[in-house]
């Protein structure tokens, strides 16, 4: 960011994945505002820059110093370590609440606010990977302080790179274990090397299994034929679909989803305790 101009940085304070791909989201979007990643992994940095042209601040009080919006970017079991470190800067000095995003799943606000005093104020944020095409989606909430203009704000941000949800927060787990894209990356593998072993080589199988999920699903969400309706039309009584589906089903398809979701869950709350 060119010092003086005034205007105040988007800071992610974490330079892995999920940063990686909101900022490359946020640059197929053309998004206006200076970007600012703080990370002590020098080379992820350094390889943040060369993609995405951020500006990389290895010093965490001048990366806070810059921000005008911060997004906490860090695995669960780093958030205390961090808001510990925050804490010691001493950012009572501002002379305005920060508005700060978490991104760690299954921490809720409540401790977020008891590990760190004001003037930050929190929202929570689950964007998907897929941000980083602008096609992703977003799950939002804040806490009772923010203003309209500061939740404008926020939504804008996430708005360049997917659709915004403004769920409670109490429906975030359930939220971060359903929409995960690793569900479509799971089954297309499952069902493409399903494919394989019946004779299809592996191409032909991936671009099989990609159509029926992909493409099946883009018609149900482009269209406005029910989800019911669609899979009637989709698999004719004594036909290969609906054996096919009536054979997974009685293997317990969908107790094994029940099961991985509530895994998942279990998991988020597990990560609340880390803080």
Request: charged content about 25%.
């Amino acid at each position: 960011m060119r010092k003086g101009t005034g205007v105040k940085a988007t800071v992610f304070l974490g330079g892995g994945r999920i940063t990686s791909a909101l900022v490359a989201g946020l640059r197929l979007a053309n998004y206006d505002r200076p970007i600012i990643v703080h990370d002590r992994n020098s080379r992820k940095l350094r390889q943040l820059k060369k993609q995405s042209g951020v500006v990389i601040e290895s010093n965490l009080r001048r990366a806070l110093e810059q921000a005008g919006l911060l997004i906490l970017a860090v695995r669960p079991d780093s958030v205390r370590p961090l808001l510990e470190e925050i804490e010691k800067l001493d950012l009572k000095k501002r002379d305005r609440p920060l508005n700060a995003v978490s991104l760690a799943a299954g921490i809720p606000m409540s401790k977020l606010r008891a590990n760190l005093d004001p003037p930050l104020q929190w929202a929570r944020a689950m964007p998907s990977p897929v941000c980083r095409t602008a096609r992703g989606l977003i799950a939002l909430t804040f806490e009772r302080t923010f203003s309209r203009k500061a939740k404008r704000e926020i939504r804008n941000l996430f708005e360049q790179v997917g659709t915004v949800l403004e769920i409670p927060e109490n429906q975030f787990d359930a939220f971060t274990v359903t929409f995960s894209s690793s569900h479509g990356y799971h089954a297309l593998a499952a069902l493409a090397a399903s494919g394989q072993r019946l004779g299809l080589n592996r191409q032909i199988s991936l671009t099989a299994a990609a159509h029926a999920l992909a493409a099946g699903i883009l018609y149900w969400r482009e269209g406005k034929i029910s989800l019911d309706r669609l899979l009637q039309e989709a698999a004719t009584p004594g036909g290969t679909a609906a054996a096919t589906m009536s054979a997974m089903d009685s293997s317990g398809y969908k107790r094994i989803i029940k099961k991985g979701l509530r895994a998942g869950m279990a998991q988020a709350r597990k990560n609340a305790k880390l803080v």
